[in-house]
């Protein structure tokens, strides 16, 4: 019971004669992170409304602003462990020895974050844009530094790690997506005014653009049985599918409402008798 008593009282007099020795720095440093965090949070906020006042991009903002507080914070961290006495010198040296184990051991995980900065500072698409990339395609619904997520029609979210963007070829087609289809008409038809019937079903289609870019409708190719007739024009990403569904329909009925032949193909088979 004794060398209890007398363990608790060494435990107590280091205590006490720690707080008198360094409790004047010990309680800076504490003001000082808490100053720290403090002043971060004010000027994150400052560069927040600073970017969207000059209407930089979301995923630029946020970047800008994290860098910002970051910094900051880890200033904040040196400042205040350099006031308890603490020497910083030997723990960075460990640390540049880890990061370079780390980095040699995470190569890949370090190239989509390098990937994903650069799309962030270069912006070859915002979000909100289509894109496609790697014979994936979406609505760009969210750009971290890992990963950039694809949004589809169907709801479906496409998980692309930025590594496999960059260096690549990306088609950015913004809000739209090109459709192209094509539908065969009988060589005996009017071609003329079948073109004029599918450009003005297209043209009194409201989901589709009207400025911009107008559909196009002409003589693909010569078939066998039919003369086929492409017809392009551009259609919101998230309902495209949709879109081509509705207007491929609304051409066939205008087709058939004017006696235009759309044929079936016809193979004609002579028999020689030997």
Known sequence: MQEELESIQKVYNVLIEFFMNYSFQLLGAIIILILGFFVAKKIAQAVERLCSKNNLDVTLTKFIVNVVRFAIIIG???????????????????????????????????????????????????????????????????????????????????????????????VNSFDYRIVESTIGIAYNSDVESAIKLILKELENFKDLISTEAKPQVGIKEFGDSSI????????KT??????????NLAIFNTLKKNSIEIPFPIRDVYIHNS
């Open 238 to 247: 998230d309902s495209y599918f949709e879109i081509q569904y509705k207007i």
């Open 76 to 170: 904040a961290s040196i400042i205040a462990v350099g006031k308890l006495g603490i020497t910083l010198t030997p723990f960075i040296a460990g640390i540049g020895a880890a990061s370079l184990g780390a980095g040699l051991a995470l190569q890949g995980t370090l190239s989509n974050y390098g990937a994903g900065l650069s799309i962030i500072i270069a912006r070859p698409f915002v979000v909100g844009n289509t894109i496609s990339v790697k014979d994936v395609y979406g609505i760009v619904e969210e750009i971290k530094l890992a990963h950039t997520v694809l949004l589809t029609e169907d709801g479906e979210k496409i998980t692309v790690p930025n590594k496999y963007i960059i260096g690549e070829v990306i």
């Open 228 to 235: 086929n007739i492409e017809y392009r024009y551009w259609a």
